[in-house]
Every structure is written in C-alpha cells, then in structure tokens.
C-alpha cells in the first residue's frame, strides 16, 4: 500500500475532485491504478526520463504515457516542431504536406507497409482495419489471442489483456453477444490451436489480429512456431494478416516487432510512437487492400481530426529522429543491464519470478517460470506485484502499475538510471516478499 505520510497529498486531493468529474477520476482506466490498489498520481510536468507530480516528487519513468515517448519528454526537437506549427493553424480538415510527410516517413520505415491511412488512435486503427479486413475478403470471423489487447473495439474487447476469458465472451457489457460471436479467441504462441481453427473455419475468417511481441498481458515473446504458423496460415486461407504493432511499431525497431520477426502482415496498425505523444494512430499495407478505403474503394472511414496538423509536426519530429539517430543499439544495451538486473535482485530475494523483454520492453513476473500465453499470466502474484510496485514509487522509480503491462525505457534514460532503478528493486523486492 502507498506510503502512509503526506507524500503524495496533492494528487490524492486532485483525485477526490476529479472523481466528482469524470468516472473514477480518469480518463483512460489503465491510469488510475486500481491494479495495485491505490490511486494515482497527478502528473505537473515531464522531461527526458522524469517526471514530476503534484507534490513536487521527481520519478524515473518507465510508463512513458504508456509507450509514445521513446525519445524522453519534451525532446527539443519536437517541442520546436510544435511550437513551430501552432500560429499557423491547429486544424483545416483539408489535405496538408504535413500528412504526406508522415505517412512516407512510415512507408519508408515499414517495409510492408505500401500506404497508410492516418487516425487518431490505436482503437481507431485497429477497428477501421478489420472492418477493411472484412470488406476486403467478404468474411466476418476475425481470429484473435487471448492476453492480446487491441484497444476498445467492440469486436475485439474479448479476452483482452488481463481479462480471464478465453470464450469469446464479451470483456464488457455493453458489448453484444452477436459482435462478440464473430471474433474466435485462440491462447497466444499455441500454433497448433491457429491450424485447427484454419482446418475448421478458414473459409470464414476474415483475419488474424496479434501483436507481436505481446505488452498487454507483460511482455510475451511469440515462439518461432507461432511466428511461423502467423506467416502461413492465414495466407493460405485467404485470410489477411493483420500486425498491430500500436506498441512495437518504432519501438523494437524502425520496422517494429515485424522487422525483427521476419513477418511480413497484409495490415498493420501502428499508434504511439507514430505521433510523438499526440494522438495519432495509422493503419497500413498492401496497397491492393489499401485501395479499398474510402474513397478510392467502398470501405467506410473518416476522421474530422485525423492527420491533424500539430499531429503530424510532433509525429514527424520524432520519427525523423529515430531514423537520424536510430537509438535502438542503446534501448538494447539498457534493456539488457535492466532484465539481469531485475532478475538478479528477484533472485537474491529469492521470490519466484521471471524476467521477460524485447528490446525496451520490459516485464518482471512474480511468477515461477516462463510466461508463454494468458493461463501462464494468470497466474502471476498479483499481490505482490501490488506491493512491489508501491515499494518502488516511494522510491521515486514510476512503473506501470499493473503486473500485465510492459515497462518502456527511453532514449533519455541513462546506465546510471538503470543502476539505480535495479538498486531500488533489491529493496522493493525485498520489501514486498
Ligand atoms: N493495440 C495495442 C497493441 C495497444 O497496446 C493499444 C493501447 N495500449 C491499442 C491497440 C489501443 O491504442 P489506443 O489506446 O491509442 O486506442
């Protein structure tokens, strides 16, 4: 539980009043720590790897507002993007070069990406891609994977993320059972489960959507098999491929978790990098299928918002920058001195766990063993976790407060800030066992 003293009495009293406001005083409710059984802090300000709350706290931050900021907070280049592009305008609804500029940045990053279509968010991509999905090859079912969660759309908030369910049971009311019976849930990395469903139904299936290199259930590395049954599946069912690399995409690499895989998707989705910590999403591909979006072809999709002017500044700023000055060789370096420092402190403390990454994608499991699908997941300590993660933010490291989440290290973050984020993990550890 969160410290007893003042520590954090700002937040705590904007919390009370925004819980008047909004429901459960969030926006978004990830955010508003309820996985570890607390509340939130409010945030004042940010730059490079810190952060700093209402109280005037400075944390390390490993939340990265949930994966954009790869380059660190307020990185100069972007703020001049932005600061550069508000007097002329922040939104026409009409077309711009600011548009073009990113969508070639993403085609030049993103092999099979052929042409892109600019939303703004990670649901709007993932939903308008299935839909195009379904209106490409004529079919309803979309297969998805139990752990894997691909924003609130209707048809996909089934199994997502830390929900229990493997049925295609709605995560939520509100979701109808008819939108749900169409999505067949398979457990992640089981290849063989993905070949029986293609044996039973694959004239029916309109796509597989996956991430790649799961984050939404910790960090999940998919097997070479399951990789391998992605590529061939699908493909040979007529079914279109569809990688949502909303998290990985810019984050594994410039060509995403797709680039490292050697998977080459119909569709991706991309989101948080892509707009540099505003709301941008984007989904992309083929451009036969791409050719069937409105209003080149019938598949309905629009935005009043979407390929925003302030968006593409700050998108662009950062993609640019990426590819400039790739960070990706460091990212590896401090994700690598991250993971053997978590493992070693869970090991000293002698608490059951494991360490799972991907580049800088980290997750520590409170769990024995390997965490391949969601029924390995659900089994984590939670409670510890909990604790673990409390044990941490009194010592001024900020990490995502739930077990099911990935830990994100920036460009801005230093061996120094991982040293001392592995040296408050031997006490919080040993604090939480
Ligand atoms: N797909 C993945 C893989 C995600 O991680 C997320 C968000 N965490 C989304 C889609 C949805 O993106 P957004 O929150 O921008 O709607």
């Known amino acids: 539980m969160p410290a007893a003293d003042n520590r954090y009495a700002n937040s705590r009293a904007a919390f009370a009043h925004a819980k008047t406001l909004m429901p459960g005083g969030v926006n978004s409710p990830a955010r508003a720590f309820g996985a570890v059984g607390g509340e939130p802090l409010f945030i004042a300000r940010a730059e490079g790897p810190h952060l700093w709350d209402l109280d005037g706290n400075r944390y390390l931050d490993y939340i990265g507002s ?32 600011g548009e073009s500029a990113l969508a070639q940045l993403i085609i030049d990053s993103v092999p099979s990406v052929e042409r892109v279509r600019l939303v703004n968010s990670g649901t709007e991509a993932t939903m308008s891609a299935i839909r195009l999905a379904r209106g490409y090859t004529g079919r309803d079912r979309v297969v998805k994977f139990a752990g894997n969660y691909h924003g609130h759309v209707d048809s996909l908030l089934v199994a997502a993320g830390s929900a229990a369910a493997t049925l295609a049971v709605p995560n939520s009311p509100g979701v109808t059972a008819g939108t749900a019976a169409d999505t067949i849930v398979l457990p992640y990395n089981d290849a063989a489960a993905l070949e029986e469903a293609f044996a039973k139904q694959g004239d029916e299936i309109a796509a597989v959507i996956f991430e790649p290199v799961c984050g939404n259930m910790g960090v999940v590395v998919p097997s070479p098999a399951f990789v391998e049954a992605l590529s061939n599946l699908p493909r040979e069912h007529g079914a279109l491929l569809v990688c949502d690399e909303v998290m990985t995409g810019f984050r594994l690499s410039l060509g995403g978790a797709q680039e490292r895989l050697g998977l080459e998707p119909d569709l991706t989705t991309l989101g948080k990098i892509v707009g540099g910590g505003l709301p941008v999403g984007a989904y992309g591909g083929r451009s036969d299928v791409m050719a069937k979006v409105l209003p080149e072809g019938p598949v309905f999709q629009a935005g009043t918002l979407s390929g925003n002017p302030l968006a593409t500044a700050a998108g662009c700023a950062t993609l640019r920058a990426l590819r400039e000055n790739p960070p990706y060789e460091k990212l590896e370096k401090l994700g690598e001195r991250l993971e053997k420092g978590l493992a070693g402190a869970a090991k000293a403390a002698g608490v059951p766990s494991v360490v799972q990454r991907m580049g800088s994608m980290v997750t520590l499991f ?28 009194d010592r001024n490291i900020y990490l995502p407060c739930s077990q099911y989440e990935a830990l994100f290290i920036s460009a801005a973050h230093t061996e120094a800030d991982i040293d001392a984020t592995i040296a408050a993990a031997k006490e919080a550890i040993a604090a939480a066992a």
């Open 366 to 393: 409170f769990h024995d063993g390997p965490v391949r699908s969601w029924s390995d997941a659900a089994e984590c300590d939670t409670a510890r976790f909990g604790r673990y993660f409390w044990e941490m933010l």
């Open 66 to 97: 949930w994966g954009p900021m790869i380059l660190g907070h307020a990185y100069p280049a972007v703020v001049e993007a932005l600061a550069a592009a508000v007097p002329l305008g922040t939104s026409y609804g009409a077309p711009t070069e």
